[in-house]
């Protein structure tokens, strides 16, 4: 059962009973002046990153022609009416998905790394203690996140916590964003938690002022009284605690640059009413925050998980009855492959209506869409092989000039995926010189 | 490292005879010397193990029995494939099963003896609350029921628990999520007067069937549920419900009904509900007219089905005030009758809840308390004498001292020094294990006298808080993480069969077992073996008992023959190890491998194809067990599965929601096995039987999960004597569950903790 809360004003109140189902959170908005609009000379890039668990049908998904005239697969069909501002990626690997030398044999394992290894091209240490890396959303919110109110934001369709393999951390499973290699980031799969956790706490913007007032006096306070406090502290523990000081900083900056940006006058629509029981309709209220976040520039950086890996979930208005992770099970057999791909197709579909929404949202000289550079995919390749190559990976948006879509890439099989996460974090100003396995960056 | 003397004997041709002599030592029941236990080695072991083959990587030879502590690690590993029945493997010479068992225990007992002198109690990470110990320790703080779904984000969990320090990442979105919790519970508790409202939905629970009455909801409605609801101020409210029925719609609050809603339109209303604030259990069903039945099936998009869909709270409107709630009752232990009385009265109300917060005596000078007496002060000039004492809390809600599980740490110890936590820590340790929350007045006041270390003090203190309510938290955190049940809400089985309602019933009739064992003070093997379980009409109709009728769970004597004995015979178990459409004996088996035996088959070699199961051509007539036929077929696959379907085989007789069946794609259940030591497995109660025999290693499994979770990190292999003496006290007592929890409270890990030093820094320790 969900429970959730909304803080409504008597005028919604007064609106009926409708209120109780989640409104469409775009069409709730209103027009406002955003920070942004104040800004409009230099758009920023959008970073995002999207999480599609047990791989897909390839033969599906995989363009025949490459470059320009690439034909649109029926996997990726949907995607039509915003084709030019596609780049397929095809041939990319993610070997880290492997398991080390005596960790476990792979195969079915791979499920357990595959999440944490999207982003950050990392291996995922096998232990009770969370070794991984960081994450290319992370990588760029310490370097160019720092200046939104904040930096990155953790999204997902599915609630954290339920067990997994049992010689690992969770963490693997639960999230694909890596704040350091051993830092996992919880994913937030209720709307209205998520809408909070951008904005504040309060119905309207003058309670969600007292409550920043309120919690820069808590936080200040915190910091004087751990910094004494870290000093009695077994030597031990000292670490853990330094760890903690600076995230109590951090959210300390959150909170007065939040306070900043919406002094400047940005205009929010009511918080989306918990989680809907419509999985399409979670799916686009998740998608429409990420619109809202990027629109107000609250943060510039988001990652979404559609499903785990080894989902149990059904999407009913797929057509597809079978749960993700059963159903990417197919056996080699044809018509599995087929009804597997369907599933894919209307994920694809969900991915699409993200993207025209980002068109259709003005952002200085362009579009919200222009300006994004958004990496969708699976580290998975076959979901029934739980192999890890060729990958299928596609990146959306302008990029704010840096991208030119409308194309098919294709690269030598086993291409490490790691070039193409260094392409992005190049493309977006966060430059590195490597990140997990990569041995360049790749030419996009 | 040199190898040492004995062994180089064996190699020198001596091994026969010794082992000659050690076979005859043991038939004329004499103990085997050490030469003659070491000789087993050659004999079995070493032909792989040894230094040039160097099979799994292990060289036995290179090893030097005289200083086993150094290689704990491994020798563990070796008791643990010995115990578990994987060594030697299948067609190689194996010694009898009683004298593996004197060799085994030969080298426990050497192990033990061993870390008997030098006792390594651990270092346990700092630690934070994880969210069910966070809402817990608020409960017991305030008095407040808590969401905590919706307040912070989830836990990571490793080694199958979500209280394990290494893994409670400490990240920005928790700490922000902290600081509107705190701003959030605080105002709750204390009751904000300006308040605005506030809209709650409840949905129905997954796939929830209407058709039949449900347990606590009023007579003659069926459907529906009931929800535990915190109502902030006195008020009044608007409840609005969407239902997919004709029928009335029924409205309860604490179990009386407040409305009765006319049928027809899908949504309906009451408005306004005036209710008193605090929590208040709100319930919502259907006037049984018709016998509708039928599921709220999830790809019906508009066919009519007959539930109730959601509920939801609007409010407060029109508040009177904050009311008499449990909440302000234990905050509020003095209310100022004057300004002079405001601050006197605030000290005592923050010192009393910077204490039980705090785990520890705060007196009136201490710099905490200071601290929250500022933010009285801060919110008391800015509103109401409660107002103050509402910001105080916030901030005390955000205390590290109240996030974080501290250790104090005796000055001037050099680094490795082993030293007893103060009797305040360790009383701590003991509410955390056994409420999942903070201690409470009595066992606090016996730490801070001073009197908790004393034995006998502990163990009735232990004894104490195993019969308070809030031990249930052994069942709701530790029992359904051990035996995974927290799966049983995600499977979707497909079966029409399952619904909503089954999949309740089967994940309660296994808590309220675990519940009895615990309340009982049973014997744990009696999870194996017990005479009765748990159901509901519901259950019982799937479990094809008789003659239960009705919502209400109850106990039932089970005769000796019946399959439901103990936890193999409960659905909850044999549907989370199963896939939507089948059964897998090789989830089964390695189910109870891991949780039950504590000897997790090793994986499956690299580049081997898994997906035996799922390549069988589909609909085509095969049994599983035929499937699973391939894996004797292949050497590779034959070693470790030889070990693990004859556990799920003996299973078969459930099928995917552990419903009972004779046949299985026409032809009957063959429920046989032999399992990996040769014996033979007849369906459930040869299983039943198997783990009986093996009771030792059930109870040595189930205890290695109790300290995990006791203290909060995996074990290593220098816990397992401390396992094994636990294990050992606790069959003098037959292995009540008490025994094993006072074992543990008494152990070294427990009630010491070992130094540092300054520069270590905390590593990984990988296995």
């Known amino acids: 059962m969900f429970i959730t809360k909304k803080h409504l004003s008597r005028r919604t109140l007064l609106r009926g009973a409708g209120a109780a189902i989640a409104l469409p959170l775009l069409d709730s908005m209103i027009p406002a002046r955003t920070a942004l609009a104040q800004t409009a000379a230099m758009p920023k890039t959008r970073l995002g990153g999207i999480y599609i668990p047990h791989g897909v049908t390839m033969d599906k998904w995989t363009p025949a022609k490459t470059g320009k005239g690439f034909e649109l697969t029926e996997i990726l069909s949907p995607l039509a009416p915003v084709r030019d501002q596609i780049c397929v990626i095809t041939g990319l690997t993610h070997a880290p998905v492997a398991p080390w030398a005596g960790e476990d044999s792979g195969g079915a394992n791979n499920h357990n790394r595959a999440g944490a290894v999207f982003l950050s091209g990392a291996h995922p240490v096998k232990g009770n203690r969370a070794v991984c890396g960081p994450s290319i959303d992370q990588i760029a919110a310490a370097r160019i996140g720092q200046d939104t109110p904040i930096p990155s934001i953790e999204l997902a369709l599915e609630q954290g916590g339920l067990n997994c393999d049992s010689g690992n951390t969770c963490a693997y499973i639960n999230t694909l964003a890596w704040k350091s290699a051993t830092l996992p980031l919880p994913m937030e799969h209720n709307p209205q938690v998520a809408f909070e956790r951008l904005f504040g706490l309060g119905v309207t913007e003058s309670e969600r002022a007292v409550r920043r007032t309120e919690a820069s006096s808590v936080l200040d306070s915190v910091l ?19 760890d903690y000081l600076e995230e109590v900083r951090e959210v300390e900056r959150r909170v007065v640059q939040v306070d900043h940006l919406m002094s400047s006058g940005v205009e929010l629509p009511e918080p989306p009413v918990g989680v809907p029981d419509n999985l399409e309709e979670h799916a686009n209220l998740m998608f429409d925050l990420q619109v809202l976040a990027w629109k107000t520039e609250i943060t510039r950086i988001s990652t979404f998980m559609y499903g785990r890996e080894l989902s149990n979930t059904i999407f009913p208005n797929s057509g597809v ?124 | 490292m040199p190898r040492v003397a004995l062994v180089s004997i064996g190699v020198g041709g001596i091994a026969a005879l010794a082992v000659a002599v050690a076979v005859y030592a043991y038939q004329q029941h004499r103990a085997p010397s050490a030469a003659e236990q070491w000789a087993m080695l050659d004999r079995y072991c070493e032909g792989c193990h040894n230094d040039a083959e160097r099979a799994g990587e292990l060289a036995l030879d290179r090893l030097d029995p005289s200083r086993m502590h150094a290689d704990a690690a491994v020798w563990e590993k070796v008791i643990r494939k010995l115990r578990g029945g994987l060594m030697p493997p299948p067609g190689e010479p194996r010694p009898g099963a009683e004298r593996l068992e004197v060799f085994v225990g030969f080298l426990e007992d050497s192990l033990d003896t061993a870390a008997r002198a030098a006792p390594n109690p651990g270092v346990p990470a700092l630690r934070r609350l994880n969210r069910t110990e966070y809402a817990n320790a608020v409960r017991d703080l305030i008095e407040l029921p808590v969401d905590v779904e919706a ?91 969407s239902a997919r029925s004709e029928d009335d719609v029924d409205l309860s609050l604490d179990g009386k009904r407040v409305a009765l809603l006319p049928s027809k339109g899908r949504n309906a209303r009451v408005a306004p509900l005036v209710v008193t604030a605090g929590a208040h259990t709100l319930g919502v069903a259907l006037i049984r007219r018709h016998d509708t039945e039928g599921v709220d099936d999830l790809f019906a998009v508009h066919a009519e089905s007959s539930g109730i869909a959601s509920f939801t709270v609007n409010g407060p409107l029109h508040a009177t005030g904050t009311g008499d709630t449990p909440s302000r009752r234990r905050i509020f232990s003095c209310f100022p009758a004057g300004p002079a009385e405001e601050t006197p009265c605030a000290t005592e109300i923050l010192e009393g809840l910077a204490t039980h917060a705090y785990r520890r005596p705060v007196a009136a000078d201490d710099p905490a308390l200071a601290t929250l007496m500022d933010f009285y002060a801060a919110g008391r000039a800015e509103g109401s004498f409660d107002a103050g004492i509402q910001r105080a809390l916030a901030r005390l809600l955000v205390d590290p001292e109240f996030i974080f599980r501290i250790e104090d740490e005796p000055a001037g110890l050099p680094a490795g020094s082993v030293y007893r936590v103060s009797d305040v820590d360790l009383a701590s340790r003991l509410s955390f294990f056994l409420w999942s929350s903070i201690p409470d007045d009595a066992l606090l006041a016996a730490a801070a006298a001073g009197e908790l270390r004393k034995p006998a003090v502990l163990e009735r203190e232990v004894q104490r808080m195993l019969a308070d309510p809030k031990a249930e938290a052994l069942v709701t955190s530790f029992a359904v993480q051990w035996l995974q049940l927290r799966m049983v809400d995600a499977v979707s089985p497909e079966n029409p069969k399952f619904d909503g309602n089954l999949r309740t019933a089967l994940r309660k009739e296994t808590e309220l077992f675990f519940s009895s064992v615990l309340s009982e003070d049973r014997s744990v093997t009696d999870l194996l073996d017990a005479d009765y379980t748990f159901v509901d009409e519901r259950l019982a109709r799937h479990y094809g008992l008789p003659n239960i009728r009705g919502s209400r769970f109850r106990r039932v004597e089970l005769p000796p023959s019946s399959p439901r004995r103990g936890l193999l015979g409960q659905g909850s178990l044999l549907t989370l190890t199963s896939a939507p459409n089948r059964t897998s004996p090789v989830k089964r088996g390695q189910w109870v491998l891991n949780n039950l035996l504590g000897s997790p088959a090793p994986q499956p070699p690299a580049n081997v194809e898994t997906n035996l199961e799922e390549t069988a051509p589909a609909g085509e007539a095969t049994t599983m067990r035929e499937r699973l036929q391939q894996h004797q077929a292949n050497p590779s696959c034959a070693m470790c599965h030889s070990l693990i379907d004859p556990l799920g085989f003996a299973l078969e007789n459930f099928d995917s929601i552990g419903g009972w069946r004779d046949t299985e794609a026409g032809q009957p259940v063959n429920a046989h096995g032999t399992f990996i030591d040769g014996s033979e497995l007849d369906g459930v109660a040869g299983l039943r039987g198997l783990l009986l025999e093996r009771r030792v290693q059930f109870v040595q499994a189930l205890t290695e999960k109790l300290l995990t979770y006791a203290l909060g990190r ?27 929890v006072q074992g543990i409270v008494a152990s070294e890990p427990m009630q010491f903790r070992m130094k540092l030093a300054d520069e270590q820094p905390q590593q990984a320790r990988v296995d």
């Open chain 1, 321 to 444: 009855r079978e749960s993700w992770h059963l159903a990417s099970h197919h056996s080699n057999d044809r018509k599995n492959m087929d009804q597997y791909a369907v599933l894919n197709t209307y994920h694809v579909k969900l991915l699409t209506s993200f993207l025209s929404k980002l068109r259709a949202t003005p952002d200085g000289d362009g579009t919200l869409l222009d300006h994004a550079m958004i990496l969708y995919g699976s580290s998975l390749s076959d979901g029934n092989q739980h192999n890890f190559s060729p990958l299928p990976v596609l990146l959306a948006g302008g990029a704010a000039g840096q991208l030119e879509g409308g194309r098919h890439l294709a690269f030598k099989e086993g291409t490490p995926m790691s070039n193409l996460l260094l392409a992005i974090l190049h493309k977006v100003g966060a430059p590195v010189d490597s990140i997990g396995d990569s041995t360049g960056v790749l030419e996009i």
């Open chain 2, 714 to 740: 995996t074990l290593e292999p220098y816990d397992m004597p401390v396992v094994r003496s636990i294990v050992r006290t606790a069959a003098k007592d037959d292995y009540r569950f008490s025994a094993l």
């Open chain 1, 224 to 242: 004087g009284q751990s910094a004494k406090l870290q000093g009695a502290l077994p030597a031990s523990d000292r670490r853990v605690f330094t």
């Open chain 2, 151 to 241: 307040l912070l984000p989830g836990d990571d969990s490793v080694g199958g628990f979500d209280n394990i320090g290494s893994a409670l990442s400490i990240s920005p979105t928790l700490l922000q999520a902290y600081v509107s919790a705190s701003a959030t519970l605080s105002r709750l508790a204390v009751g904000d007067p300006s308040a605005s409202p506030t809209l709650t939905t409840y949905r129905a629970p997954r796939d929830w069937q209407s058709g039949n009455h449900i347990d606590g909801q009023p007579l003659g409605t069926r459907g529906g549920y009931q929800v535990r609801h915190v109502f902030p101020l006195d008020a009044e409210y608007e409840i609005r419900i």
